[in-house]
């Protein structure tokens, strides 16, 4: 059984970690739904805040940085 990280937090569940493996996966096929996963994520690990950043090799491409739903903008 995967455990908080935190006493002060709620014990975190196998099924909470396969549901944030999920969101990964789905996220990975969909762009769009990185909030949400970074959501899942934070959720699992007790964070108020996570954040994705993809850095391009190609200096001319654009890169991309994603935070969960919740975050501070």
């Known amino acids: ?19 944030a493996i999920e969101a990964i996966y789905a996220a990975a096929l969909s762009p769009d739904l990185w909030p949400a996963a970074l959501s899942r994520i934070a959720d699992l690990c007790g964070a108020k805040w996570t954040i994705l950043s993809a850095i391009p090799i190609n200096p001319i491409s654009p890169g991309t940085t994603v935070q969960n739903e919740e975050g501070d903008p």
């Open 1 to 19: 059984m995967v455990r908080s990280p935190t006493k002060a937090g709620p014990a975190r569940t196998d099924q909470d970690l396969l549901v």
